[in-house]
């Protein structure tokens, strides 16, 4: 009886939590629809945001120091960023994160050589920030204050919440450019995107079904939940599922694994630029900074949007 009657209390609270926050962002600044004007240049930079983004996360995470200890050229003069700190990971996960640093300083040099870059946006990898994510995911405030550096499940959740971002986004850039060498340089990051991203995907999902402790959810409810809140961020639908999934949301509806986000043809989702800041930005509005861009994104693209405000 206090079982059912726990979960009936958390589910209205959800759902007070799902129309408060409809509120918030509705409130926020209209959301762009239509096509937005960009050359080749202005869409794959919305992308390098992102990429400074997981640089800095991936390697504090490994190594406990970030990008200008390592190329400091490609940081452009931009703000080191904040509460990024060393996690305390197994041997494997570390192997593997460390890795996917060195990965993005790569794609950073790729994209800066090719169509140019900018300086590093201020990027707030706080324990406080993600603290406050994984509160406004799980629709009320977790105790003690979830910290993304403590544990190997605890990095993976945060690892989570990052490159799939970055992957729909070049999905749903790459119909736009115009020039073959864009084209190019976008199919070859998400190349490495999307692998990183199914690594972490798998790692979570021999994982499923731990308790993270000490919240009595399992690693697939925390990935729900997440995917949850990044499609009410997103404000486009359902472009985002956890690790497991109704059958007939499964590939060819016959399974709920879901190791891999796709649609009903296994086709990977996509994204636009406005999602995408709407989603980093964790406000829900493309006009308004937070969450891990606390001043807002470069670019002409990001900086069009912040003007509007």
């Known amino acids: 009886m206090a079982t059912r009657y726990y979960s009936f209390v958390v589910a209205v609270h959800l759902t007070l939590m799902n129309i408060l926050f409809g509120m918030v962002v509705g409130a926020a600044a209209p959301a762009s629809r239509g096509p937005i004007e960009a050359n080749d240049k202005d869409l794959i930079q919305v992308a390098l ?90 629709g009320y405030k977790l105790t003690p204050p979830f910290d993304p550096y403590s544990n190997t499940v605890n990095y993976l959740l945060a690892s989570y919440v990052i490159p799939y971002v970055g992957l729909v986004g070049y999905v749903g850039t790459i119909p736009n450019l115009v020039n073959c060498t864009s084209r190019s340089l976008v199919a070859g990051l998400l190349g490495v995107e999307s692998g990183q991203d199914a690594v972490i995907r798998t790692l979570l999902y021999e994982r499923a079904d731990q308790i993270v402790v000490p919240y009595k959810m399992t690693v697939a409810e925390f990935t729900d939940r997440i995917s949850a809140l990044r499609n009410r961020l997103g404000m486009r639908g359902n472009k985002d599922e956890g690790l497991r999934v109704p059958r007939r949301l499964g590939a060819e509806n016959r399974t709920d694994s879901n190791i891999l986000s796709a649609n009903a043809n296994s086709l990977s989702y996509s994204r636009t630029p406005p999602e995408i800041l709407r989603i980093v930005y964790g406000t829900g509005s493309e006009n308004k900074p937070g969450g891990f861009f606390p001043n807002g994104g470069n670019g002409a693209v990001a900086k069009r949007f912040l003007a509007a405000l």
Request: net charge negative; hydrophobic share 40%; charged share 20%.
């Open 49 to 138: 945001n992102l990429e400074f983004l997981e640089t800095e996360f991936f390697l504090n995470g490994a190594l406990g120091r970030g990008l200008d200890s390592i190329e400091p050229e490609m940081a452009a003069g931009g703000p080191p960023p904040t509460g990024a700190s060393k996690a305390n990971l197994d041997h494997t996960t570390y192997r593997i994160i460390e890795e996917f640093g060195y990965q993005e300083i790569g794609h950073l040099r790729a994209i800066v050589t090719t169509v140019g870059g900018f300086a590093r946006p201020q990027i707030d990898l706080s324990r406080h920030n993600f603290a406050n994510i994984f509160d406004q995911a799980v």
